[in-house]
């Protein structure tokens, strides 16, 4: 779904990242900015398709990005039409625990 909405978004565009620090198993936490000036993660957010991750959103935009998701919390979009939405890092937890359900 979110990666439905970035392709709508960037449809091949180039992006620019901006690498904020790399998590506790190396993946890259980053801004991904479009070709508009505008963060995907704002789109994202706005669509119901992210969450803001507070262990590494730090930046002065956090509160902006807390906002347009609870906005869409609010309103129901994406994600959050589930009763139950699963967090990504709790996702993945539950995956390497095997005690994720419907996704056998």
Same mark, same amino acid.
């Not at 991904?32 to 959103?57: F, K, S, T």
């Not at 930046?59 to 139950?84: F, M, N, T, V």
């Given at each position: 779904?979110?990666?439905?909405?970035?392709?709508?978004?960037?449809?091949?565009?180039?992006?620019?990242?901006?690498?904020?620090?790399?998590?506790?198993?190396?993946?890259?936490?980053?801004?991904?900015?479009?070709?508009?000036?505008?963060?995907?993660?704002?789109?994202? &957010?706005?669509?119901?398709?992210?969450?803001?991750?507070?262990?590494?959103? *730090? =930046?002065? +935009?956090?509160? $902006?990005?807390?906002? &347009?998701?609870?906005?869409?919390?609010?309103?129901?979009?994406?994600?959050? *039409? =589930?009763? +139950?939405?699963? $967090?990504?890092?709790?996702?993945?937890?539950?995956?390497?625990?095997?005690?994720?359900?419907?996704?056998?």
């Amino acid at each position: 779904m979110a990666a439905a909405i970035a392709t709508r978004f960037l449809d091949g565009e180039s992006v620019k990242i901006i690498q904020i620090q790399k998590d506790r198993n190396g993946r890259i936490v980053a801004i991904v900015i479009m070709p508009d000036g505008l963060p995907l993660q704002e789109i994202l &957010l706005l669509h119901g398709m992210a969450w803001v991750d507070n262990r590494y959103c *730090k =930046s002065q +935009k956090c509160e $902006a990005w807390r906002a &347009l998701e609870a906005a869409a919390r609010i309103s129901g979009r994406g994600i959050w *039409k =589930s009763p +139950k939405p699963t $967090a990504p890092w709790d996702w993945r937890r539950q995956r390497r625990r095997g005690t994720l359900k419907g996704y056998e």
